[in-house]
């Protein structure tokens, strides 16, 4: 059955910060300048917001630029951060850092603390206002090529396809949406981004992207113990026990809502790692504990994040389209920041695209004026500032964060210093043979502040159609037994942080690999963490996945 085509001047897959801004900024170019562009989001979730998971505390920067205005048209944007706090765990006490220690960076006063789903529903409904139009439930699977190698568009993954191949009744072939620009926002590791950075080499000559996994939970607390405004980030304690690396947020906001979440950095060494379980730990701290007995977990999710920095973006553009956002890379690491900075690269994006159209492009260049622009902006500025921090870590946690204040207090006197870290190794070169490493004991949920991770996948509302191929792709299917479990004890059962993939008994006594497809919340850490690189992670039918509500 031959495939239905779209034609647009802009595609943009993802439905995220970055990409619903460039969409934005598109449609007030075209309204200033009279010339009409026509717009097209795709979003893999089953609506605007539904795969979002972010902490969050947002610098408004970005979104005075995109939408001045935006208090008087509702944002979902009300708790400014009135108490900040950080402190160094230790167990079973902690040490707060004066705040005057802090490189003014790190200050979050002038913030808003949010569920950056809500907001992102928030810039749907501005960008539908403006003439967008936007197709979520429908996942981008291929990028489609002219005949002299530029980007076309893209298509959209099949639906009505069963585990075994053939098609049922309810098949429907993919859609083409062809454009003359092609803007690629899908977040971390999203699988068309993957693709063009083999196609055009795009990685060459920049460092290893960095990664940490970001597990969140929301919860409701007693009124009580619930302090409008108040940030506590924390380093230190469970993760200095496994000689991992991280950290966690806590973020009071709205009706006594505490999202509260926990970062591991996926360079770590021992693969018997459990991040969820170093997470649920974590929570029995006394200096958490208090504010969350007594409450309700109502959500959780987990999401990658990029936090290689600076030296680790790939280029930005290719024939026919560019990367933005997650896709690209621009969260700042010691902010846990990367909101503004992506809405940031969307609308210089846009606006490079839509001075390319204006002047009678049909899309077949590169857009060279946006990374142009981009290193002139304040995003560069942001992540400059910082580009130190992240690999300064290699010395360890307490050294390198003490060099990565230094560094960035260098910044705030006006004292640039001048050289630049690097990262040297990707993430899943990093694991030590389990022969090596001490099994890791990680003590029983308790019920009230710690949790198993079935429960924990039953509050990110996934769900995946069962009867469909499994969209984790083994490359090899003998590696998980064959090699993964006598060398590393198989470590996707523990980084995995919704019980995807298990080693079982089989019916002839030998062990076999398990992939739970459909419990599958969409993180990607599988794909960046495993040490064989087998395991590739392709979209399943659009709308599948998790369904955050506030996240």
């Not at 495939?3 to 910060?17: A, H, K, L, N, T």
């Not at 360079?267 to 974590?282: A, G, I």
């Not at 490493?437 to 009230?448: E, L, N, S, T």
């Not at 509050?459 to 006598?486: C, F, R, W, Y």
Request: proline residues 6%; contains cysteine; aromatic residues 10%.
């Amino acid at each position: 059955m031959s495939r239905e085509s779209m034609e647009y001047d802009v595609v943009i897959v993802g439905g995220g910060p970055a990409g619903l801004s460039a969409a934005i900024r598109l449609k007030q170019l075209a309204a200033e300048h009279g010339h009409e562009v026509s717009v097209c989001v795709l979003e893999k979730g089953s609506e605007i917001g539904a795969h979002i998971l972010s902490g969050a505390v947002i610098d408004p920067i970005g979104l005075n630029e995109l939408i001045p205005d935006w208090k008087e048209k509702d944002a979902p944007i009300a708790t400014q951060v009135t108490d900040d706090r950080f402190l160094w765990l230790t167990q079973p006490s902690s040490i707060r850092f004066p705040n005057f220690t802090m490189p003014r960076l790190m200050d979050n006063h002038g913030n808003y603390i949010v569920s950056l789903g809500n907001v992102c529903r928030w810039l749907g409904q501005q960008a539908e206002a403006l003439g967008v139009e936007i197709y979520p439930g429908f996942a981008a699977a291929e990028v489609l090529y002219n005949e002299d190698g530029s980007v076309k568009g893209v298509a959209t993954g099949d639906m009505g396809i069963a585990k075994d191949g053939h098609h049922k009744d309810s098949y429907t072939p993919g859609m083409e949406l062809h454009a003359k620009y092609t803007l690629i926002a899908e977040g971390v590791r999203g699988s068309l981004a993957k693709m063009l950075f083999e196609k055009f080499k795009l990685r060459d000559g920049v460092d290893p992207q960095k990664f940490g996994i970001g597990l969140k939970e929301l919860w409701e607390v007693p009124k009580d113990k619930h302090q409008p405004g108040l940030v506590v980030h924390t380093q230190g304690w469970p993760l200095t026990e496994s000689g991992t690396q991280g950290g966690s947020f806590m973020y009071h906001y709205d009706e006594n809502l505490v999202s509260i979440g926990f970062v591991v950095h996926l360079n770590y060494e021992n693969p018997y790692v459990s991040p969820f379980d170093e997470f649920q730990r974590f929570k029995t701290h006394p200096d958490v504990r208090q504010y969350l007995e007594g409450g309700k977990r109502i959500a959780y999710g987990s999401r990658a994040i990029n936090e290689g920095g600076i030296q680790s973006i790939p280029k930005l553009t290719f024939p026919g389209g560019a990367l933005i956002g997650c896709s690209a890379g621009f969260v700042n690491v010691p902010r846990i920041k990367g909101s503004h900075n992506a809405m940031k690269s969307g609308m210089l994006a846009a606006e490079a695209a839509f001075e390319a159209l204006k002047n009678g492009s049909q899309g077949r260049d590169e857009l060279t004026t946006y990374p142009a622009a981009l290193r002139q902006s304040w995003l560069w500025k942001d992540l400059d500032k910082v580009r130190n921090v992240k690999p300064a870590l290699k010395w360890g946690t307490l050294v390198g964060t003490v060099y990565g204040g230094f560094d960035m207090w260098m910044h705030d006197l006006g004292m640039r210093l001048p050289w630049t870290l690097h990262h040297h190794k990707a993430d899943f070169e990093t694991l030590k043979p389990a022969s090596e490493c001490k099994p890791i004991a990680y003590p029983r949920p308790d019920g009230v502040v710690s949790f198993d991770k079935l429960s924990s996948v039953f509050l990110s509302a996934t769900n995946h159609e069962e009867d469909q191929p499994v969209h984790l792709k083994l490359k090899d299917p003998s590696i998980p037994i064959g090699v993964n479990l006598p060398k590393w004890a198989e470590p996707a059962q523990r980084y995995c942080p919704a019980g995807v993939y298990e080693v079982v008994d089989g019916d002839n006594g030998q062990k076999r690999f398990q992939i739970n497809a459909q419990n599958c919340v969409h993180c990607k850490t599988c794909d960046i963490k495993d040490p064989s690189q087998n395991i590739n992670w392709t979209v399943p039918e659009g709308g599948g996945g998790p369904n955050y509500s506030s996240m």
